[in-house]
């Protein structure tokens, strides 16, 4: 029995690895690329879908291509009595802010930021983060290249 619910995740992990990819493939392709019959390969995205194990389908844009092309991650301190939470909901509602993490380690929450450039990165941080009621402290890391 646990054999076989190995086998399962398993066949389910090369799915998803084929869908991560593409997520436009269609159940043709996936079956070719896993190697796994059309039908169990339908089946299986519909029972994940139904699951909440696929959330949703979405696109992987081209950044820079949107004006966007400068990438950073901003490590936030919070000040003893703030929401975490609450905090990072407003963080997440500045343009340019793709996602919010609360986070465990020396720092309590983590945002990505798309921009179109480093000047618009120092606004973000000095002139609306820091000003912020709650954020005490900021690190901020540009991702030199994607893979």
């Given at each position: 029995m646990e054999y076989h619910s190995i086998m399962s995740k398993d066949i389910d992990e090369k799915i998803l690895a084929e869908l991560q990819r593409n997520a436009k493939a269609t159940t043709g392709t996936l079956a070719k690329k896993t190697g796994i019959p059309a039908t169990t390969v339908h089946n299986r995205i519909k029972r994940m879908e139904r699951e909440g194990i696929i959330k949703s389908y979405i696109?992987?844009?081209?950044?820079?291509?949107?004006?966007?092309?400068?990438?950073?991650?901003?490590?936030?301190?919070?000040?003893?009595?703030?929401?975490?939470?609450?905090?990072?909901?407003?963080?997440?509602?500045?343009?340019g802010v793709s996602h919010?993490?609360?986070?465990?380690?020396?720092?309590?929450?983590?945002?990505?930021?798309?921009?179109?450039?480093?000047?618009?990165?120092?606004?973000?941080?000095?002139?609306?983060?820091?000003?912020?009621?709650?954020?005490?402290?900021?690190?901020?890391?540009?991702?030199?290249?994607?893979?």
């Open positions: 696109p992987i844009l081209d950044y820079a291509k949107l004006g966007k092309g400068i990438s950073a991650l901003i490590f936030i301190s919070v000040e003893h009595k703030t929401d975490q939470e609450q905090l990072a909901k407003k963080l997440l509602r500045i343009s919010a993490r609360i986070i465990t380690g020396g720092f309590d929450i983590l945002i990505e930021v798309r921009l179109g450039t480093i000047d618009e990165l120092n606004s973000l941080i000095t002139g609306e983060l820091r000003k912020i009621e709650g954020v005490d402290k900021t690190q901020t890391m540009i991702v030199l290249k994607e893979i």
